[in-house]
Protein backbone atom coordinates (compact mmCIF):
# COMPACT_ATOMS: atom_id res chain seq x y z
CA UNK A 1 0.00 0.00 0.00
CA UNK A 2 1.25 3.18 -0.91
CA UNK A 3 0.35 6.85 -0.51
CA UNK A 4 0.99 9.29 -3.15
CA UNK A 5 0.01 12.69 -3.33
CA UNK A 6 -1.94 14.10 -6.85
CA UNK A 7 1.03 16.11 -8.33
CA UNK A 8 -1.02 19.07 -9.43
CA UNK A 9 -0.94 19.97 -6.15
CA UNK A 10 2.78 20.84 -6.44
CA UNK A 11 2.92 21.48 -10.11
CA UNK A 12 4.58 25.15 -10.27
CA UNK A 13 7.84 23.35 -9.43
CA UNK A 14 9.87 21.16 -11.43
CA UNK A 15 9.01 17.51 -11.40
CA UNK A 16 12.57 16.70 -10.18
CA UNK A 17 11.80 19.53 -7.52
CA UNK A 18 7.88 17.67 -7.15
CA UNK A 19 9.52 14.20 -7.07
CA UNK A 20 12.13 15.52 -3.93
CA UNK A 21 9.65 17.33 -2.19
CA UNK A 22 7.04 14.46 -2.08
CA UNK A 23 9.37 12.24 -0.53
CA UNK A 24 10.72 14.64 2.31
CA UNK A 25 7.53 15.29 3.05
CA UNK A 26 6.47 11.36 3.62
CA UNK A 27 4.32 10.41 0.59
CA UNK A 28 5.45 7.00 -1.21
CA UNK A 29 4.92 8.62 -4.37
CA UNK A 30 3.07 10.55 -6.67
CA UNK A 31 -0.23 10.15 -8.80
CA UNK A 32 0.31 11.91 -12.06
CA UNK A 33 -2.05 14.42 -13.61
CA UNK A 34 -0.68 13.93 -17.92
CA UNK A 35 -1.51 17.59 -18.29
CA UNK A 36 1.16 18.90 -16.01
CA UNK A 37 4.08 17.27 -18.14
CA UNK A 38 3.40 17.80 -21.52
CA UNK A 39 0.33 19.34 -23.41
CA UNK A 40 0.44 15.57 -25.79
CA UNK A 41 0.84 13.86 -22.51
CA UNK A 42 0.45 10.41 -24.72
CA UNK A 43 2.78 10.89 -27.22
CA UNK A 44 5.82 11.70 -24.49
CA UNK A 45 9.15 10.71 -26.28
CA UNK A 46 11.43 7.89 -24.94
CA UNK A 47 13.94 9.86 -23.42
CA UNK A 48 10.92 12.06 -21.61
CA UNK A 49 9.78 9.02 -19.95
CA UNK A 50 13.04 7.92 -19.07
CA UNK A 51 13.47 10.82 -17.32
CA UNK A 52 10.58 11.51 -15.52
CA UNK A 53 11.04 7.45 -13.89
CA UNK A 54 14.53 8.51 -12.86
CA UNK A 55 13.61 11.71 -11.36
CA UNK A 56 11.01 9.94 -9.07
CA UNK A 57 13.54 6.91 -8.46
CA UNK A 58 16.42 9.32 -7.64
CA UNK A 59 14.10 10.80 -5.24
CA UNK A 60 13.44 7.46 -3.81
CA UNK A 61 9.70 7.28 -4.50
CA UNK A 62 7.37 6.00 -7.73
CA UNK A 63 4.71 7.19 -9.57
CA UNK A 64 2.17 5.30 -8.34
CA UNK A 65 -0.03 6.01 -11.35
CA UNK A 66 -1.88 8.92 -13.85
CA UNK A 67 -5.41 10.64 -12.81
CA UNK A 68 -6.95 13.52 -14.66
CA UNK A 69 -6.44 11.71 -17.83
CA UNK A 70 -8.17 13.60 -20.66
CA UNK A 71 -7.31 17.03 -19.73
CA UNK A 72 -4.65 17.08 -22.24
CA UNK A 73 -4.61 17.16 -25.11
CA UNK A 74 -7.11 19.37 -26.04
CA UNK A 75 -10.58 18.19 -27.36
CA UNK A 76 -11.82 15.31 -26.02
CA UNK A 77 -14.95 13.42 -25.29
CA UNK A 78 -16.02 10.02 -24.69
CA UNK A 79 -19.95 11.40 -25.35
CA UNK A 80 -19.72 12.96 -28.19
CA UNK A 81 -21.80 11.79 -31.29
CA UNK A 82 -18.37 13.08 -33.55
CA UNK A 83 -16.59 8.97 -34.34
CA UNK A 84 -13.52 11.27 -35.07
CA UNK A 85 -13.20 12.70 -32.16
CA UNK A 86 -14.32 9.83 -30.04
CA UNK A 87 -11.74 7.30 -31.71
CA UNK A 88 -9.14 10.02 -31.14
CA UNK A 89 -10.24 9.74 -27.37
CA UNK A 90 -9.75 5.96 -27.73
CA UNK A 91 -6.66 6.42 -28.30
CA UNK A 92 -5.45 8.76 -26.21
CA UNK A 93 -6.96 5.89 -23.40
CA UNK A 94 -4.81 3.56 -24.79
CA UNK A 95 -1.97 5.42 -25.30
CA UNK A 96 -1.89 6.45 -21.44
CA UNK A 97 -2.68 2.80 -20.56
CA UNK A 98 0.86 2.31 -21.92
CA UNK A 99 2.50 5.97 -20.32
CA UNK A 100 1.30 4.76 -16.62
CA UNK A 101 3.08 0.93 -17.74
CA UNK A 102 6.41 2.47 -18.67
CA UNK A 103 6.44 4.99 -15.92
CA UNK A 104 6.17 1.43 -13.34
CA UNK A 105 2.22 2.99 -12.45
CA UNK A 106 -0.50 0.53 -11.78
CA UNK A 107 -3.69 2.82 -12.27
CA UNK A 108 -5.20 5.25 -14.05
CA UNK A 109 -8.14 7.52 -12.92
CA UNK A 110 -10.48 8.07 -15.09
CA UNK A 111 -12.07 11.58 -14.18
CA UNK A 112 -12.54 14.44 -16.28
CA UNK A 113 -16.18 15.57 -15.84
CA UNK A 114 -16.23 17.92 -18.68
CA UNK A 115 -14.53 15.04 -21.18
CA UNK A 116 -17.92 12.78 -19.80
CA UNK A 117 -20.56 15.33 -19.79
CA UNK A 118 -23.66 14.21 -21.85
CA UNK A 119 -25.19 16.32 -25.24
CA UNK A 120 -28.72 17.20 -24.11
CA UNK A 121 -31.04 15.42 -26.02
CA UNK A 122 -28.82 12.32 -26.52
CA UNK A 123 -27.94 11.33 -23.07
CA UNK A 124 -28.77 8.03 -23.96
CA UNK A 125 -26.65 7.86 -26.83
CA UNK A 126 -23.73 9.60 -24.83
CA UNK A 127 -24.12 6.65 -21.67
CA UNK A 128 -23.84 4.05 -24.69
CA UNK A 129 -20.87 5.49 -26.38
CA UNK A 130 -19.05 5.96 -23.05
CA UNK A 131 -19.16 2.68 -22.28
CA UNK A 132 -17.63 1.87 -25.53
CA UNK A 133 -14.71 4.20 -24.77
CA UNK A 134 -14.38 2.80 -21.72
CA UNK A 135 -14.79 -1.24 -22.77
CA UNK A 136 -11.28 -0.17 -25.43
CA UNK A 137 -9.49 1.00 -22.22
CA UNK A 138 -10.15 -1.75 -20.12
CA UNK A 139 -8.69 -3.89 -22.92
CA UNK A 140 -5.34 -1.55 -23.44
CA UNK A 141 -5.18 -1.74 -19.77
CA UNK A 142 -5.25 -5.21 -19.36
CA UNK A 143 -2.81 -5.69 -22.23
CA UNK A 144 -0.62 -2.83 -20.38
CA UNK A 145 -0.67 -4.71 -17.09
CA UNK A 146 -2.67 -1.62 -15.45
CA UNK A 147 -5.90 -1.13 -13.92
CA UNK A 148 -8.20 1.68 -15.54
CA UNK A 149 -10.72 2.92 -12.95
CA UNK A 150 -13.73 4.92 -13.92
CA UNK A 151 -14.01 7.26 -11.23
CA UNK A 152 -17.82 8.35 -10.40
CA UNK A 153 -18.02 12.31 -9.26
CA UNK A 154 -19.94 14.34 -7.83
CA UNK A 155 -23.16 16.23 -9.84
CA UNK A 156 -21.74 19.70 -8.80
CA UNK A 157 -19.12 18.03 -11.23
CA UNK A 158 -20.75 16.28 -14.12
CA UNK A 159 -24.54 14.93 -15.28
CA UNK A 160 -22.62 11.51 -15.58
CA UNK A 161 -21.74 8.60 -13.74
CA UNK A 162 -22.06 10.25 -10.40
CA UNK A 163 -22.38 7.49 -7.67
CA UNK A 164 -19.96 4.04 -7.44
CA UNK A 165 -23.13 2.13 -8.20
CA UNK A 166 -23.40 3.78 -11.74
CA UNK A 167 -19.45 3.23 -12.40
CA UNK A 168 -20.37 -0.45 -10.93
CA UNK A 169 -22.94 -1.26 -13.31
CA UNK A 170 -20.60 -0.09 -16.11
CA UNK A 171 -17.71 -2.13 -14.95
CA UNK A 172 -20.05 -4.86 -14.26
CA UNK A 173 -21.16 -4.65 -17.95
CA UNK A 174 -18.30 -4.54 -19.69
CA UNK A 175 -16.50 -7.71 -16.91
CA UNK A 176 -12.91 -7.06 -17.29
CA UNK A 177 -10.86 -7.64 -14.37
CA UNK A 178 -8.66 -4.44 -15.53
CA UNK A 179 -11.68 -2.16 -15.72
CA UNK A 180 -13.15 -0.98 -12.25
CA UNK A 181 -14.45 1.62 -10.42
CA UNK A 182 -13.02 3.82 -7.14
CA UNK A 183 -13.55 5.77 -4.39
CA UNK A 184 -13.23 9.39 -4.33
CA UNK A 185 -13.61 10.88 -0.60
CA UNK A 186 -15.19 14.04 -1.56
CA UNK A 187 -17.42 12.84 -4.21
CA UNK A 188 -18.70 9.99 -2.31
CA UNK A 189 -19.50 12.45 0.71
CA UNK A 190 -21.44 14.59 -1.64
CA UNK A 191 -23.51 12.50 -3.46
CA UNK A 192 -23.95 8.69 -1.72
CA UNK A 193 -26.56 8.14 0.06
CA UNK A 194 -25.09 6.43 2.80
CA UNK A 195 -22.06 7.24 4.45
CA UNK A 196 -18.53 6.54 2.93
CA UNK A 197 -17.66 3.87 5.57
CA UNK A 198 -20.89 1.99 4.60
CA UNK A 199 -20.10 1.93 1.13
CA UNK A 200 -16.49 0.63 1.30
CA UNK A 201 -18.26 -2.24 3.37
CA UNK A 202 -20.66 -2.83 0.76
CA UNK A 203 -18.53 -2.13 -2.34
CA UNK A 204 -15.20 -3.11 -1.30
CA UNK A 205 -16.10 -7.21 -1.18
CA UNK A 206 -17.34 -7.08 -4.63
CA UNK A 207 -13.89 -6.44 -5.84
CA UNK A 208 -14.93 -3.34 -8.31
CA UNK A 209 -13.06 -0.82 -6.43
CA UNK A 210 -9.66 -0.45 -7.60
CA UNK A 211 -8.21 3.19 -5.95
CA UNK A 212 -9.20 5.26 -3.71
CA UNK A 213 -8.68 9.00 -3.14
CA UNK A 214 -8.18 11.02 -0.12
CA UNK A 215 -10.26 14.58 0.16
CA UNK A 216 -12.97 16.33 1.95
CA UNK A 217 -16.38 17.16 -0.12
CA UNK A 218 -15.23 20.53 0.64
CA UNK A 219 -12.28 20.25 -1.94
CA UNK A 220 -9.48 20.71 0.54
CA UNK A 221 -6.97 18.04 1.86
CA UNK A 222 -8.10 14.90 4.24
CA UNK A 223 -8.78 16.64 7.62
CA UNK A 224 -9.16 20.02 6.54
CA UNK A 225 -13.29 19.78 6.15
CA UNK A 226 -15.91 17.82 8.59
CA UNK A 227 -15.17 14.37 7.11
CA UNK A 228 -13.72 11.91 9.48
CA UNK A 229 -11.26 9.66 8.02
CA UNK A 230 -10.90 7.62 11.05
CA UNK A 231 -14.14 5.58 10.24
CA UNK A 232 -12.88 4.97 6.56
CA UNK A 233 -9.69 3.83 7.39
CA UNK A 234 -10.86 1.27 9.96
CA UNK A 235 -13.40 0.54 7.41
CA UNK A 236 -10.73 -0.04 4.49
CA UNK A 237 -8.59 -1.59 7.31
CA UNK A 238 -11.83 -4.00 8.06
CA UNK A 239 -12.16 -5.12 4.29
CA UNK A 240 -8.70 -5.90 3.55
CA UNK A 241 -8.25 -2.97 1.19
CA UNK A 242 -5.16 -4.18 -0.35
CA UNK A 243 -4.80 -0.76 -3.21
CA UNK A 244 -2.88 2.81 -3.13
CA UNK A 245 -4.20 6.09 -1.74
CA UNK A 246 -3.80 9.02 -3.52
CA UNK A 247 -4.11 12.73 -1.87
CA UNK A 248 -6.27 14.47 -4.05
CA UNK A 249 -7.42 18.36 -2.41
CA UNK A 250 -8.08 20.76 -5.52
CA UNK A 251 -8.18 23.76 -2.87
CA UNK A 252 -4.90 24.86 -1.58
CA UNK A 253 -4.67 26.75 1.31
CA UNK A 254 -1.94 28.78 1.83
CA UNK A 255 -0.61 27.36 -0.99
CA UNK A 256 0.24 23.28 -2.77
CA UNK A 257 3.19 22.28 -0.32
CA UNK A 258 1.63 23.08 2.59
CA UNK A 259 -1.74 21.28 1.89
CA UNK A 260 0.57 18.52 0.80
CA UNK A 261 2.53 18.65 4.24
CA UNK A 262 -0.58 19.19 6.20
CA UNK A 263 -2.42 16.21 4.25
CA UNK A 264 0.59 13.31 4.23
CA UNK A 265 0.78 14.52 8.35
CA UNK A 266 -2.88 14.04 8.71
CA UNK A 267 -3.41 10.96 6.82
CA UNK A 268 -0.79 9.34 8.08
CA UNK A 269 -2.09 10.11 11.94
CA UNK A 270 -5.41 8.91 10.94
CA UNK A 271 -4.28 5.46 9.65
CA UNK A 272 -1.53 5.00 12.53
CA UNK A 273 -4.61 5.13 15.37
CA UNK A 274 -7.06 2.83 13.63
CA UNK A 275 -4.30 -0.39 13.86
CA UNK A 276 -3.20 0.73 17.59
Not at 119 to 135: H, N, Q, S
Not at 207 to 217: A, F, T, Y
Request: net charge negative.
Amino acid sequence: MKIGLCNEVIAALPFEKQCEMAAQLGYDGLELAPMTVDAEPHLLSAAKRAALRKAASDAGIVITGLHYLMRAPAGLSITSRDAAQRAHTVDVMRALCDLAAELGGKILVHGSPEQRKLEPGFEAEGRKLAIDCFAAAGEAAAKAGVVYCVEPLSRKQTDHINTIAEAADIVTAISNPALRTMLDCSSAGSTETESIPDAIKRWLPTGLIGHVHLNDPNRRGPGEGDLHFSPIFEALREQNYAGDYGIEPFVYVPDGPTCAARAIGYVRGAMEAVTR
